[in-house]
């Protein structure tokens, strides 16, 4: 597709259930990020993904937190036994190898999927 | 640790004015800066860059201001426009090859008609 698309859009769910959050990145962006938005706060790094390389998933904040890519196509951002504080905006973004040689790493960002914990 | 701060949440500005955007950093590794915009529902959109090599960068009604020494950005929007209401965002880059940015809280523009 022309842009990063993410399911599902919204999500409710209940305390301790599993989510899994799915991300469509720009055919042919090698770099893939999962970013989150906490009501009121600033974006939040969870994960980073580049090629084949190891993933950087030095932000996600527990391990109830993985997520997967295979090559430079789908990923998917799965959260065990969900609590309140995860309830949040997750964003993902993907940018191409191109736009890191030229210096500036510009990230285009799909539209979020709004995660409700109860 | 907070490394990109953005410490006023809102704005308000009349149309045709000029908005002043700010952004303060503390790592002095950051390669390059880069200013987001979001509308809601929608993810962040990009909107210009600068590289911590140069001091100012202008793109029509949109221009950012390094100043180094002070660990300090800005983004100036002249003139403002309704359609500039949005939260923006100012991020930063350290390292090579598409590390990760880090973005500051937001500031919410609201520019009056």
């Known amino acids: 597709g022309a842009g990063v698309s993410q399911s599902p859009s919204n999500k409710v769910t209940e305390k301790g259930k599993d989510v899994e959050l799915r991300c469509d990145p720009i055919s042919g962006h090698t770099a893939l990020y999962w970013y989150r938005q906490r009501l009121g706060q600033g974006l939040e790094f969870l994960i980073y993904f580049q090629g084949n390389s190891a993933p950087d998933k030095s932000g996600l904040p527990s391990d109830r937190f993985s997520a997967e890519r295979t090559g430079e196509s789908v990923s998917t951002l799965t959260i065990q036994r969900t609590q309140q504080e995860d309830s949040a905006v997750y964003l993902c973004?993907?940018?191409?190898?191109?736009?890191?040689?030229?210096?500036?790493?510009?990230?285009?960002f799909g539209a979020g999927s709004r995660l409700t914990v109860l | 640790d907070q490394q990109v701060k953005q410490n006023s949440p809102s704005l308000s500005v009349q149309e045709g004015r000029i908005s002043i955007l700010n952004c303060d950093y503390t790592?002095?590794?950051?390669?390059?800066f880069l200013w987001y915009k979001k509308y809601p529902a929608e993810g962040p959109t990009f909107l210009i860059s600068i590289s911590s090599i140069k001091d100012k960068n202008e793109d029509g009604r949109f221009t950012v201001f390094l100043n180094k020494s002070a660990k300090h950005l800005s983004l100036h929007i002249v003139p403002s426009q309704p359609g500039d209401s949005a939260v923006y965002f100012c991020a930063a880059r350290w390292g090579l090859y598409g590390n990760k940015l880090v973005f500051g809280a937001g500031t919410i523009l609201r520019v009056k008609s």
């Open positions: 790592n002095s590794m950051f390669d390059y």
């Open positions: 973004a993907s940018s191409s190898r191109l736009a890191d040689f030229s210096g500036a790493n510009v990230l285009t």
